[in-house]
């Protein structure tokens, strides 16, 4: 069975941008591949974090994961900081790291912009980020297209690492879903969903209530048309809009677009309101149930026991073959 790792940040609520490129592809995925997900708390302190805000959204985003349908039997839920393998196996792909392919990352550039000091980690996080996925002999890394640029920097690391030291690493492959991959804005369909967005309006979150959801969907960026078709070049806000619709339905984007023929956006954006507000609400009713529950934190406790048996062994290996530490017994590596 091969191995799929995933992490997200705690660094805000989710939005359904979220939810559908990556949470609602992992509950499928879930029955066919060995699966890692991972709350990737370590990269949230690239840029400033409150603590408490912090710890509330670890525990938020791991409730929303089991809420989304995770199953702990299944799959392997953990939270980085937890698992310390995760820092030094970082600390070593730092060193097999050149700095000009660091500076070259989209994020760092985008980021780096938006702070007067640019710490040391929001540079050097892509290695941690390889470090997390190589832990786990990763076969599939499901990520947005946005992501394409870490994964390809990880497949980079691991072969020159393994070409240098030993052949120690599982070289992954990106997994980028058909559908949904990258929803937009609802304010600016030409920049993808975010939950650090400032305008309130362009984000529908796992958590917003019925009213704020249909006030959001209502106030949707469209065009002047009043025709509901899928052409993300010339309608790229009707085109988000279709794109949440068949996500979060039965509905094929050419279904809705004869479902929709002659009718206004009103009707269009009253219907598609309705539609996320049902997908989500059986969600948010798990998670209120789980939030505050040792059920939770059993849940956490367990999967960082799993993980760090396999990353344990992962990072032994690549000690060994950097050189690191002393020479263990047999005994010692079994």
């Known amino acids: 069975m091969k191995t799929i790792f995933s992490g997200i940040q705690p660094s805000g609520m989710l939005t359904i941008g979220n939810y559908i490129g990556a949470m609602k592809q992992f509950v499928e995925l879930q029955n066919d591949y060995n699966c890692y997900f991972c709350i990737v708390d370590e990269h949230a302190i690239t840029v400033p974090q409150d603590r408490l805000k912090l710890r509330q959204n670890i525990r938020s985003l791991a409730a929303l994961y089991l809420a989304s349908g995770i199953d702990p039997e299944k799959s392997t839920l953990f939270i980085q900081s937890e698992v310390p393998a995760h820092t030094q196996l970082g600390w070593m792909m730092q060193c097999v790291s050149y700095v000009g392919e660091l500076e070259r990352m989209t994020q760092y550039k985008d980021k780096s912009k938006k702070q007067e000091a640019v710490t040391a980690g929001l540079l050097t996080y892509p290695p941690l980020m390889a470090a997390d996925i190589l832990l786990y002999n990763t076969d599939i890394v499901p990520v947005g297209d946005d992501q394409k640029q870490h994964i390809e920097l990880t497949r980079d690391l691991a072969e020159r690492f393994n070409k240098k030291y030993n052949d120690i690493f599982t070289v992954p492959e990106p997994r980028i879903p058909e559908t949904g ?4 804005s609802l304010q600016n369909p030409e920049k993808k969903m975010s939950k650090s967005d400032d305008n309130q309006k362009a984000s529908i979150f796992m958590l917003d209530d019925e009213k704020q959801i249909e006030k959001k969907i209502k106030s949707a960026v469209t065009d002047s048309e009043g025709v509901v078709k899928y052409d993300p070049e010339n309608k790229p806000g009707v085109s988000n809009l279709l794109t949440i619709y068949t996500s979060f339905s039965d509905y094929s984007i050419q279904e809705l677009e004869h479902k929709y023929e002659g009718k206004g956006y009103g009707e269009f954006k009253q219907d598609l309101a309705q539609v996320v507000i049902e997908g989500i609400k059986p969600i948010q009713q798990r998670y ?13 406790d367990m999967g960082a026991e799993k993980a760090s048996l396999v990353a344990e062994k992962t990072l032994r290996k690549a000690k060994k073959a950097m050189g690191l530490g002393r020479v263990k017994s047999k005994k010692y590596e079994k």
């Open 181 to 184: 991959a990258r929803i937009m």
């Open 288 to 300: 209120i149930d789980l939030i505050e529950s040792d059920e939770l934190d059993e849940i956490l």
